[in-house]
């Protein structure tokens, strides 16, 4: 029986039970020790890494960063240790946590996916591997896998055959006519769960140099601007592909408030991410978590599953 004053916040991604819904964006928190000063991890849902490649990567040129209005432009181009790194030296704090923790994994070509997710099968504290197939600031790969159903269908259908412990999400670019339709391909090759939305492709220009203000001229645009879209997406996600099927879905983009959270909730998202908003405020992961309990309580709710995509179309 929930309780009203003390609403019941955990959710389930897959197989895996999480406190409540709230989880750091893959790269905005390192792998865990550039966060843990800030925060105490354990009160989060669970912990998301940066995205790991099979051999470390230096990233692109700088600047490699820029504030917009309501956002920010980022084209960090995956700069990671690589998995030889992150298992010996991010693995062991990572052990620490007493969340779960789910790795993103990026690449270039399928085979470098299923070497990461493979070896991230022998690693107990990781339960979950989270498919970066939309990364927008990399020339080969990335977010070529993510903008068209056919192949995001042959990725996750490959990644699927090797990820048997850990739970498979699949992480969907918005950059795309329908989103609806790579989700459906990544449900019916088998994922267990979606998160949505990665950057959307975006440019900032120096007017005085008429270049670039990026050195790698585009990035990925994150934060406040995006997050209606990122509704959006989620909604659509939820009432085409979703919900029938009974997959999950992390909800991210733009999230800086607990009413920010409760959008998503309502729109269908079971677990929620945020990025740019940590670099306002890195507490704000927990101030979302205590909002949404109060939300919860306000409308006489027992737990958080009750207003997942409980958003009222027509009369
Ligand atoms: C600096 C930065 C680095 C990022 N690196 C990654 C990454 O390595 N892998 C990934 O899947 N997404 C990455 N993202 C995207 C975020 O995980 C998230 O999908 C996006 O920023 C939208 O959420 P937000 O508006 O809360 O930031 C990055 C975003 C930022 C701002």
Request: net charge positive; aromatic share 4%; glycine share 10%.
């Amino acid at each position: 029986m929930n309780n009203v004053s003390k609403p019941d916040l955990s959710v389930k991604i897959g197989s895996v039970r999480l406190a409540n819904p709230l989880m750091p964006a893959s790269g905005t928190c390192g792998y865990a020790a550039e966060y843990a000063d800030f925060v105490d991890l354990r009160q989060l849902g669970a912990f998301v890494t940066k995205s790991i490649t099979l051999s470390p990567r230096a990233g692109n040129e700088c600047p490699r960063i820029v504030e917009t209005r309501a956002g920010m432009l980022n084209s960090i181009g995956l700069a990671n240790v690589g998995l030889e790194v992150f298992l010996a030296e991010k693995v062991p704090q990572l052990q620490t946590l007493g969340i779960p923790v789910f790795v993103s994994v990026a690449g270039t070509m399928v085979e470098e996916y299923l070497a990461v997710a493979s070896a991230l099968e022998k690693v107990p504290v990781v339960r979950g591997v989270e498919l970066n197939i939309s990364c927008p600031n990399v020339k080969a790969g990335g977010i070529l896998f993510g903008v068209d159903p056919s192949a995001v269908r042959t990725i996750v259908a490959e990644v699927r055959k090797v990820v048997q412990k850990n739970i498979l999400i699949v992480k969907l670019s918005p950059n795309v006519t329908d989103i609806a339709a790579t989700a459906a391909a990544a449900v019916e090759a088998g994922t267990d769960a979606l998160s949505l939305v990665n950057t959307f492709t975006a440019m900032a220009i120096d007017i005085e140099r008429r270049r670039p203000v990026l050195a790698n001229a585009t990035g990925g645009l994150s934060g406040p601007a995006i997050r209606p879209i990122a509704v959006y997406m989620v909604h659509r996600v939820y009432t085409q592909v979703a919900r029938a099927s009974g997959v999950p879905i992390i909800g991210l983009g733009g999230i800086q408030y607990a009413r920010d959270a409760i959008e998503f909730l309502l729109a269908g998202a079971t677990g929620l991410g945020v990025g740019t908003a940590l670099f306002v405020n890195p507490r704000c992961l927990l101030e979302i978590r205590n909002g949404i309990a109060d939300y919860l309580r306000r409308h006489g709710q027992g737990g958080i599953t009750e207003i997942i995509g409980a958003l009222r179309l027509g009369d």
